[in-house]
């Protein structure tokens, strides 16, 4: 008989919604599937990138000041710079970088500034601060992209010979560049290696002198003789003649030629009679090689901020294809770097274990139902629902990669529980008797309203336990909101589809005779279940003890989980970045950066090495030149050794690339990149040193890096460790005597330009030659400054013509002093960059070394030390997680109570969040698995599935317990015992198949490879070992502690010779 119940009292909304939907079936139908070709266009609309962009807001300002020292460089350009723009508004805090010639600034602001207004502020600070700022030096700001704009990497090869270095790198600077900044979503494209060219006169001083001729005239005379200019124009014939003055120098003659001055008898003294012109290599900064074959040039491709990633490098290689037919036979343009390759393989694997993850849950849908309409309305739902979670994923701005896609992916499993509990109510309902039209409607609905309040409530749960995730800031929550962002969006949905989509399907669908429950597979389930939870009720204390038992042995499980940030994220490719000491020459470096790469090369995984020593022309590169950054490209994993894995290779290469005083550090380049330009760490932990004196500093750093590498607790886990030298370099100081200057009528001007001229070069001006430019160069030959005795015959002009050594003036003195200066917030500061081995978690890393270094370093007072890396992400995230997830679980507990209106009931649900934490600790242990964020998030979803399940039981013995007061047949505790057993294991199929969903729907992550699996592994498996144990708990447990709470309400037996005498006061 139909149960009339829901139509005796006032319906809630919830219900409201279900029986609109089904009887209007069509209705929802058509609506859904407008939504759902919105949601298709959506889906196909979606950016795609490989992870979210983790990088801060921030703004580089880049100065270039040439032939300034370091020290010179921060006292006069980085230093006012960052304390101008420390005030500047929404600014977090301000890094600045100091090198010879030039000045770097990373202006650094809080989450969620616009980027284009963070610009627009920086700018007008850099207004008020060029009046603190030598002359002719103008700040620029670098490229509108981030950390991870580096998205295509490429190299020119000349197979056939005939092309130089030169010619490759003016190929570089004045075609393809221009050409590819051109594309859509390109910022810059900046480049690297080979030889510039430059027109470069160098002087013979004494031919200088013998024609009494200064070199302040020489440098002149070519200025004057290097343009051109228009005289209007003149009218011949009725038409204009537009008149030029060609003086541009076009070739090496043009420079020769160049007149300095008149000789005895008026002859013309020329460049060529005081030097020797020709063209050469301006000053290298940077080199690149490919595969330890020499050098090359390359080219680096960086994306604008907000970009469709992979649509811009598909765009880039679209106009590459087109270049190619332009250039020089035998070049060739070879690819060394292409993050698209990174973004479609980490797609790929999301979407491979998406399917999978839908098959396995249509197939367990299919086996538990054996009902092929019904089936169908729970299947239905999950295509459906991820559309339409793409709808305000696209409208966010959220692009599609592994976070967002894998949010999707945690959640499929609990995506149609609601319409496995809903469609199951139906059978329960119908498969007793047949109705036909306006009745098997009526008790289709009745059904559906039974258990559609709580099922979507449950729904609305599962939402509600993300809010912690929702709440992280900074890099931790960039990573992992967009997680938190689909999977709310999914569980919605599937919630929205509960009470509308599957009333209408099932209204639509399920029709003819249910057998549900006299299948096989649900009569073994319910006959193997019986008799467990009767075990279950009878021995309920032994139950709930071992429980508690199990509960309590978990807990130094947990204790012994490493920590870390998060999983390495495979990007298939590799950024080796070993260190020299500071000083080392470009070809110095340029020679082992090749051996290294040779060696490299060797591995069999190794497709391809591309490396750079020094920085490329790009504001966004700050490498110094004792910085080797090699970009390791390797094969597909199916072509490695057997039994090779990432670390295993990782360890190999290590071990292979063991030279004396060049510590190594192993990275992956998006991660790097990311860090550097967020914290000047290149490395995965880094310490900073702060301090006044650089001396004192780089003691304590250097300090610190031998307690690290010496310390017994620290050096099996410490790969590398290296101090940066801050006053490791050399200077050749000239100091002038201003005294014995202004005895020959000389300031200290006159003989710093000689300094800065003769000896380290000028650049007087510039050809142009067509599309291209290039420098002209003015010094002395080289044999007349590349020593010490050379150098002290320098001549220096005097105001009567006279021309003197410069050591009459100035003393020639050998010092050291910082090759590279950095400051935060205005102090210095040095860094002690730590590569950690992978045997231990780097959380836990950072505790041993605070311990070893408190113990072995001295902090003088005044200086301080602080801890840098992914490390400190984790801390922040776990002090945040720390207050909210109590706040949460809170929060769910007045949910709870609202919706069942028990606080016995409510406690007893409660109970499923710390008996899911027992399966996944003890899964993560096995797995060895560190404690991570991304193991954190996959509990706070299991916290969420594991009430939910929780609730569908409570629901399910709460509906066996009132059906059975009603009918009075509920006196003793054997009923009970029946009664639970009842309610419990005529509900064992959806209760199944809401856990089997959601652990076999999880498999897939697990089993899967490539990029991004281990970030999504560590999210599924606290889920799928929580699964398990909250599986156990709620069919096994929680019937032993719904006895002991209803029993207390049933009537004690009376002792037995109690009952004796009742039984016989009747015959009395």
């Known amino acids: 008989m139909v149960n009339t119940n829901v139509n005796k009292r006032k319906l809630g909304p919830v219900e409201t919604v279900i029986g609109f939907s089904a009887r209007n079936w069509l209705l929802t139908v058509m609506l859904v599937l407008v939504a759902s070709i919105w949601g298709y266009r959506s889906f196909i609309s979606a950016p795609l990138d490989a992870i979210p962009d983790l990088s801060d807001v921030q703004v580089i300002v880049f100065t270039n000041w040439p032939g300034r020292s370091p020290d010179l460089i921060e006292d006069q350009i980085t230093y006012p710079l960052t304390t101008t723009l420390l005030a500047a508004p929404g600014v977090r ?533 004792s910085m080797i950054e090699t970009n390791i490209m390797l094969k597909p994993g199916n072509e490695w050794r057997e039994g090779m894995t990432w670390d295993k290779l990782i360890g190999e290469m290590d071990n292979t690339m063991r030279f004396p005083g060049m510590p190594n550090i192993w990275w992956m380049p998006i991660q790097t990149r990311t860090e550097m330009l967020a914290t000047g760490i290149r490395s995965s932990l880094g310490i900073k040193v702060f301090g006044a004196d650089l001396s004192i500093v780089e003691s304590i750093a250097i300090n610190i890096e031998r307690a690290l590498l010496d310390n017994e607790r620290t050096a099996p886990y410490t790969r590398s460790a290296f101090a940066e030298r801050a006053t490791g370099g050399y200077f050749l100081d000239f100091d002038i005597d201003r005294k014995a200057a202004a005895r020959f009528g000389l300031n200290v001007n006159d003989i710093q330009s000689v300094v800065e001229s003769a000896i380290g070069g000028i650049k007087v001006s510039e050809t142009v030659e067509g599309r291209e430019r290039y420098g002209i160069l003015v010094r002395y030959a080289r044999e007349y400054r590349d020593n010490i005795a050379a150098l002290e015959r320098v001549f220096v002009s005097t105001p009567t013509g006279a021309q003197i050594p410069i050591t009459q003036v100035a003393d020639i003195r050998f010092r050291t002093g910082p090759p590279m200066l950095r400051n935060e917030d205005g102090q210095l500061v040095s860094f002690v960059f730590v590569d950690v081995s992978d045997k231990i978690g780097i959380a836990d890393y950072v505790e041993l070394a605070r311990d070893v270094v408190t113990e072995n370093v001295e902090i003088a007072p005044g200086y301080r030390i602080d801890w840098a890396g992914q490390f400190t992400y984790f801390e922040r995230a776990k002090a945040r997680l720390t207050i909210l997830v109590p706040l949460t679980i809170f929060l769910i507990f007045f949910m709870l109570y609202m919706h069942r209106k028990s606080i016995a009931e409510t406690l007893i649900i409660m109970t499923a969040l710390p008996f899911s934490l027992i399966g996944s600790i003890w899964l993560l242990a096995a797995l060895d698995y560190n404690l991570s964020v991304a193991v954190v998030v996959g509990m706070i979803a299991m916290a969420g599935l594991s009430v939910e399940l929780g609730l569908l039981m409570m629901l399910y013995l709460d509906l066996a317990w009132r059906k059975h007061v009603a009918d009075g047949s509920l006196k003793t505790r054997t009923d009970l015992k029946n009664m639970i057993a009842e309610g419990a294991s005529q509900r064992i199929r959806p209760m199944l198949m809401t856990s089997m969903t959601l652990f076999l729907g999880l498999l897939p992550i697990m089993y899967s490879s490539g990029s991004g699996a281990d970030v999504m592994k560590r999210i599924a498996a606290p889920m799928l070992g929580g699964a398990g144990s909250t599986l156990i708990l709620v069919l096994i447990v929680f019937p032993a502690i719904f006895s002991l709470w209803r029993g207390r309400s049933l009537p004690r037996p009376l002792p037995q010779n109690q009952q004796g005498a009742e039984s016989e006061s009747p015959s009395r």
Not at 294 to 309: H, L, Q, S
């Open 93 to 625: 805090f301000v890094r600045g970088q100091s090198f010879m010639g030039l000045s770097f600034v990373y202006v650094i602001f809080e989450d969620g500034t616009d980027i284009y207004w963070a610009r627009s502020r920086v700018l007008e600070y850099l207004n008020s601060a060029a009046a603190k700022l030598p002359d002719a030096v103008q700040p620029t700001l670098g490229p509108d992209a981030t950390g991870v704009g580096w998205g295509y990497q490429y190299a020119l090869v000349d197979k056939s010979g005939n092309q130089s270095l030169a010619d490759l790198r003016s190929l570089q600077d004045f075609n393809l560049r221009y050409a590819l900044e051109a594309v859509e979503g390109v910022a810059e494209v900046a480049s690297v290696g080979g030889f510039v060219k430059e027109y470069q006169i160098n002087i013979d001083p004494n031919r200088l002198s013998s024609y009494g001729v200064s070199l302040d005239k020489v440098i002149a005379a070519v200025r004057a003789s290097n343009k051109d200019v228009g005289g209007r124009v003149l009218e011949v014939a009725g038409h204009e003649q537009f008149i030029r003055g060609r003086g541009y120098v076009k070739s090496v003659e043009d420079l020769k030629d160049v007149v300095i001055g008149v000789g005895d008898g008026g002859i013309p003294i020329s460049v060529a009679d005081v030097a020797t012109v020709s063209l050469g290599p301006a000053l290298q900064r940077g080199q690149a090689d490919l595969d330890g074959e020499g050098i090359t040039v390359g080219g680096i491709v960086v994306i604008r901020y907000g970009e469709n990633v992979l649509d811009v490098i598909n765009r880039v290689k679209n106009r590459i294809n087109i270049l190619k037919t332009t250039l020089p036979p035998g070049v060739e343009i070879v690819p060394v770097y292409d993050r698209s390759s990174l973004i479609e393989r980490a797609i790929e694997t999301l979407q491979n274990t998406l399917i999978h993850e839908m098959l396995i849950v249509s197939l367990v849908i299919g086996l538990f139902l054996l009902h092929v309409r019904s089936a169908i309305v729970a299947i239905v739902t999950l295509p459906i629902a991820i559309l339409l979670s793409f709808i305000p994923m696209f409208y966010q701005g959220l692009t599609a990669n592994i976070m967002s896609l894998g949010g999707i992916a945690v959640a499929i499993g609990a995506m149609v529980d609601a319409a496995i509990v809903i469609i199951d109510n139906i059978h329960k309902r119908l498969q007793y008797e047949i109705l036909q039209g306006e009745a098997r409607m009526r008790a289709a609905i009745e059904a559906m309203q039974e258990v559609g309040p709580s099922i979507f409530f449950s729904l609305l749960i599962i939402t509600v336990s993300f809010i912690p995730v929702f709440a992280l800031e900074g890099t931790e929550g960039r990573l992992f909101k967009p997680l938190a962002y689909t999977k709310t969006y999914s569980m919605f949905f599937a919630a929205l589809l509960s009470v509308t989509l599957i009333p209408a399907l099932a209204i639509l669908l399920i029709k003819g005779r249910i057998h549900g429950d006299h299948s096989r597979l649900n009569k073994g389930l319910t006959a193997c279940y019986i008799p467990v939870v009767k075990f279950a009720v009878r021995w309920r204390w032994p139950v709930i003890i071992l429980a508690l038992f199990s509960l309590a042995a978990t807990v130094p499980v947990y204790r012994s989980l490493g920590t870390e940030f998060m999983p390495p994220l495979n990007e298939g490719s590799i950024l080796y970045m070993p260190t020299t000491l500071p000083n080392i020459s470009v070809e110095e470096a340029t020679r082992v950066m090749q051996t290294m790469n040779r060696e490299l090369k060797k591995f069999p995984e190794v497709e391809r090495v591309f490396g750079k020593v020094g920085r490329s022309t790009s504001p966004t590169d700050s490498a110094p030149l």
